[in-house]
């Protein structure tokens, strides 16, 4: 004989009987494994959101330099295009500024002459005042973006930081905060992996590399950018009426000083360019 499902049947199982008709189940009980599981779902979904965002914040704190720069020392923060010789001209630029833009338009022709000479090296210090002048993130996430195209190569950092001049928005539209801007704008650029640049670029996995360059430019009082280091004595373009022409002469007083023979006069550096870079 078929057992009986009623009131019973249930409380062999050990649930009380509902109270009323014999046999009533609750309408709601047989969703409670199901409700559970979506309960649990959501669970690892939240807890996989709080490990992303933890690995999110931890790159854009930890220090990694980009590819082909030492990990410690001031040298780990400058992008060096050319080997080492007995001038070092280092060049601290805002991606968001435009001084700096035009500033890399006009003296362009000076420095592929200074590195055709065989006599000196060309570095970029990547900094992010316009952020703390006109808000936002745009200068610290496209220093970021180039320091992603560097470990790609110095070629494919040049021709990245080229582009990003020639697109270079409005600074007080911070339309460089746009990873996906900044991604879009490497897809013009010969030999950049989009594979490897996008989670680079997403990650912000330098992000504490450009937080430290700007710490230090910061702690030196040097100034609003651009300014030009010239083996460890810095100028302002602006305070220093700097020039390409004037450019030009403190190289070449650089040079005769690091061959060990008596340099020419040279424009003497302002107050603020008195302290070594970094």
Known sequence: ????????????????????????????????PYTAAVVAVAAVFAGSAAIGAHVRSGKT?????????PSAGPESLAIPVRPTVPVTLTVYEDLRSRASRDFARAYAPTFDALLRSGQVQLAYRLVTQSDTEHGGTGS?????AAACAQDQGKDQFRDYVAELWR??????????????YLIRLAKKVKGIQEAEFTPCVQERDHQGWVRRSQQQFAAAHLGDVPVVDVNGRTYSVTGDKLTP????KLVAAAVKQAQG???SA?????ASGQRAAG
């Open 266 to 270: 040279a424009p003497s550096p302002s």
């Open 167 to 180: 697109k270079q928005p409005d600074p007080s539209s911070d339309k460089f905060a746009s990873g996906a």
């Open 261 to 263: 023979t008596t340099p």
């Open 245 to 248: 022409a004037k450019l030009r």
């Open 140 to 144: 610290a996430q496209a220093a970021n």
């Open 1 to 32: 004989m078929a057992q009986s499902k009623g009131a019973q049947g249930t409380q062999a199982q050990g649930e009380p009987a509902a109270s009323g008709t014999a046999g009533a189940r609750h309408p709601g009980r047989r969703w409670r």
């Open 61 to 69: 704190t930890a220090f990694k330099a980009p590819s082909g720069l």
